[in-house]
């Protein structure tokens, strides 16, 4: 599963914005700033850098209902015991992995 080219510029954008907090945060360490500054600022990259991530997850939670809604839940490959495709169900455990290594 790939990122879908318009979430990918948004994410891209997200990161570009966050490695600017970063080498904020570190040329504030580099001045001396107060502790309290520099942990407020480097609590704000933290946060971008989950909203890129959880941006990616959401871009793939898309492809995946967007695939099922043109591929009438039909896949090459058969289905799972339950009757999902496997394919979707593997895409959905990846994502599921993915957005509780953000938590």
Do not use: H, N, W, Y
Request: aromatic letters at 2%; glycine letters at 12%; proline letters at 1%.
């Amino acid at each position: 599963m790939q990122v879908e080219e318009q979430a990918a510029g948004d994410v891209i954008r997200r990161l570009r914005r966050a490695e600017g907090q970063l080498r904020g945060v570190i040329g504030m360490i580099e001045e001396g700033r107060d502790c309290a500054e520099v942990v407020t600022q480097l609590a704000a990259v933290s946060r971008a850098l989950d909203r890129a991530g959880f941006k990616i997850i959401a871009s793939g939670l898309q492809q995946c209902l967007a695939a099922d809604e043109t591929d009438g839940e039909a896949v090459a490959g058969g289905t799972a015991g339950d009757g999902a495709p496997r394919a979707r169900t593997a895409d959905l455990d990846q994502l599921e992995k993915l957005f509780l290594s953000l938590a």
